[in-house]
């Protein structure tokens, strides 16, 4: 078994460009053969039945992963984190499951063929479509990146722990240099990010170090540059110029606005400030949500509501509306929050009705997420990503303390933002509503989970309730309350902007427009 | 006549009488069925009647829906916390007998019932948990808690509780609540503000 037939790196290369790869196809070259499994396309993105994966790298399917050469690999539907041993590592997108069996994005592939073959030995062109197995080995696999509101975070995975040092070439590009690093196939091209922050990375091959060119989009903010371990990893966190300020900056003056002339145009609109707004229409397609007693779904209401309420805004404040569905479709719950995290969207509100059984139950409540304190370790290992802070220096343990300490303080910023919106958006909907106020709750909910920004679920009314079904059948009833979320999305946006200090007291646009609703 | 036998091929077998003795007696120690608990004295028993039937609480919804509330019930004994848990669950499937609400889905049926030795009770349902159950962060609430608190109140070995539906773990009941942890024991969902 050990005696591979492996095919040199220069070979694979004439290979793979002889080979046109269709969309849709992996080819696999390893032990002298050739296989190809087909993908399928899960929410925009490729993934290879896990089925397969155990047949190309001669393992086994259990009913939660698969095991492969000794290795298990622990998966759960719908989380991107991978359990292996004690450690943990991301995938770009979950794994999902269809007619019962999991469906992996493709680079679980490459790490399944990695747990056969040995780390460094697997290559993989992702444009081309091919997976190989190669004799050099190298160290730094592959590069993501994620934008969040204030920040954009680059992920170098690497095998082994490697120095590292951050040059400012010029005030639009960094380089990171990595001592000892070898590129894998996987970093042989540019990366086109272009978010606002980070126009490209570029990765090239140095005598004795890798170095990875960060092409900023015009003047640059604060940047933090540290490793983490256990996968091992380098990050690079660069700040939106605008955030910065926040920060103790060099030489920009604080944030502060300036007193505008009333005469002046409003040809520009504030760049900073409450921009995008997602809403979430509950359930659709497949997922009926609740249904009334007189047939009424809970998919088809919220869909109403949340397009009245997109309406509204669009029309009178002239912000960015950003909807998880504007028709009746599934929608993957975890997906929800992350149309909102690509948008950068700066709150997230799901708009749901209740039910109950047997129940007389009637009114409104909103909630806002609240976690249990047992966070599965790949949860954890994944919100510890999150946190931008360099810690070295301390040990391995007092690290991981500091981190999840600061991830509840992160967090708790959330929860503070969302227990308020939360509140406001509960307020407009007793003034407009004549039904029970049930007041602002706290749950875990699923799809709250992943929001980047601070998130809402509203129950607006009990389809369980006859009473109240028929309310939410009258054209009437929804557009009061898209009329009162809208209310409470203007006095959010109020107190927000002046929290950012971008509306001076008693004065501003939105207070106008609140104003003028009444 | 028989020689007389070796005085120590005598000791060795009274040694090994002894020995298997004992160790007879220790395994009937430990295969025994668990005997019935005092009445009356741990308080999670609720105070048992008698020696073949314990008195439990069972939590149902109350009729505006934002609170648990228990509901008596006397069950039998059984050998194990394992069986009498099944019980609990089988009673709340059944429905309250006061004017109190049912939570779980009357076609929903208990497929096994395990604890692990970290007080983790799971609870592995029908697929009518999830395709019969009317939806709503309320219900979902309701169904969540109402096995949880029944459960924990009862049970002193189970201190959290992980739902299971055919045997795996599920994302949620309807929508709404992240069901792939255990839950802790909560009894209202009243406002938090």
């Known amino acids: 078994m050990r005696k591979l037939s492996v095919i040199l790196v220069g070979m694979t290369a004439s290979l793979l460009l002889a080979h046109l790869a269709w969309p849709g196809e992996i080819e696999i070259l390893y032990e002298g053969q050739r296989k190809v499994v087909t993908t399928e396309l899960v929410s925009g993105r490729e993934y290879v039945p896990l089925a397969q994966v155990a047949k190309i790298t001669g393992g086994g399917v259990l009913r939660d992963g698969l095991r492969v050469n000794g290795v298990t690999f622990r998966l759960v539907e719908g989380e991107p984190g991978v359990v292996v041993g004690d450690t943990t590592f991301l995938l770009t997108a979950p794994p999902v499951k269809q007619r019962g069996a999991f469906w992996v994005p493709v680079e679980f592939l490459v790490r399944a063929l990695e747990a056969r073959y040995g780390e460094g030995r697997v290559y993989w062109n992702r444009s081309g479509g091919v997976v190989w197995l190669g004799k050099e080995r190298y160290n730094l696999r592959l590069l993501r990146h994620h934008a969040y509101p204030d920040y954009t975070r680059l992920v170098i995975e690497a095998l082994t722990p490697l120095n590292f040092r951050v040059q400012e070439d010029s005030n639009a590009q960094l380089s990171l240099r990595i001592e000892g690093g070898i590129l894998s196939p996987m970093l042989s091209e540019a990366v086109r990010i272009n978010d606002g922050v980070v126009e490209m990375v570029e990765p090239t091959q140095g005598q004795g170090e890798a170095i990875f060119r960060i092409h900023r989009d015009a003047f640059g903010g604060l940047t933090r540059t540290f490793a983490l371990n256990n996968p091992e990893r380098i990050v690079v966190d660069l700040y939106r110029a605008k955030a910065a300020a926040a920060q103790p900056p060099p030489e920009t003056p604080p944030a502060r606005p300036s007193p505008r002339a009333p005469s002046a145009a409003p040809a520009a609109p504030p760049v900073t400030g409450l921009r995008t707004i997602a809403i979430d229409p509950g359930h659709g397609g497949r997922d009926t949500g609740a249904i009334g007693p007189n047939g009424l779904q809970e998919k088809d209401v919220v869909l109403d509501i949340g397009l009245k309420l997109r309406r509204l805004i669009q029309e009178r404040l002239g912000i960015r509306v950003v909807m998880t569905r504007t028709e009746d479709v599934f929608v993957p719950l975890e997906e929800r929050t992350a149309i909102a995290n690509r948008a950068k969207a700066d709150f997230f509100i799901s708009i749901h009705v209740n039910a109950a059984h047997r129940s007389k139950a009637q009114g409104f409540e909103t909630y806002f997420l609240s976690r249990e304190p047992s966070d599965s370790s790949a949860r954890a290992s994944a919100i510890r990503e999150n946190l931008s802070v360099n810690l070295g220096g301390l040990r391995p343990k007092e690290e991981d303390a500091l981190r999840a300490i600061l991830w509840d303080m992160a967090n708790t910023l959330y929860l503070k933002e969302s227990s308020e919106l939360a509140q406001i958006l509960l307020d407009e909907l007793d003034k407009i509503l004549n039904v029970d106020n049930r007041g602002v709750k706290s749950a875990p909910f699923f799809v709250l989970m992943g929001a980047a920004m601070p998130a809402v679920l509203l129950e607006v009314a009990f389809i369980s309730n006859p009473k109240e079904e028929k309310n939410l059948q009258a054209e009437g009833y929804k557009d009061r309350v898209a009329e009162a979320l809208y209310a409470g999305i203007v006095r959010f946006k109020d107190r927000y902007e002046r929290r950012l200090g971008l509306v001076p007291p008693a004065s501003g646009r939105s207070v106008e427009t609140a104003k003028a609703k009444r | ?193």
């Open chain 2, 1 to 193: 006549m028989a020689p007389l036998p070796d005085r120590r091929l005598l000791l060795g077998l009274l040694f090994l009488v002894v020995v298997v003795g004992t160790l007879g007696f220790l395994l009937g120690r430990v295969l025994a069925p668990r005997p019935p608990e005092p009445p009356g004295s741990p308080v999670q028993d609720g105070g048992a009647v008698d020696a073949t039937t314990r008195r439990i609480r069972l939590f149902f919804a109350v009729p505006n829906a934002d609170r648990l509330q228990e509901e008596e019930r006397t069950i039998p004994r059984a050998a194990s916390i394992v069986e009498e848990a099944k019980r609990a669950v089988a009673e709340l499937i059944k429905g309250p007998q006061t004017d109190l609400n049912p939570t779980i889905p009357s076609a929903v049926g208990l497929l096994q019932l395990y604890v692990d030795g970290r007080g983790t009770a799971y609870v592995d349902f029908t697929r009518d948990l999830q395709t019969k159950h009317p939806g709503g962060t309320g219900g979902e609430l309701l169904t969540i808690y109402s096995i949880v608190d029944t459960l924990t109140a009862n049970f002193g070995e189970i201190q959290q509780v992980k739902l299971l539906v055919e045997g795996s773990e599920i994302l949620t009941l309807a929508g709404h609540i992240d069901t792939r942890r255990p839950f802790r024991p909560r009894y209202s969902f009243e406002r938090v503000r």
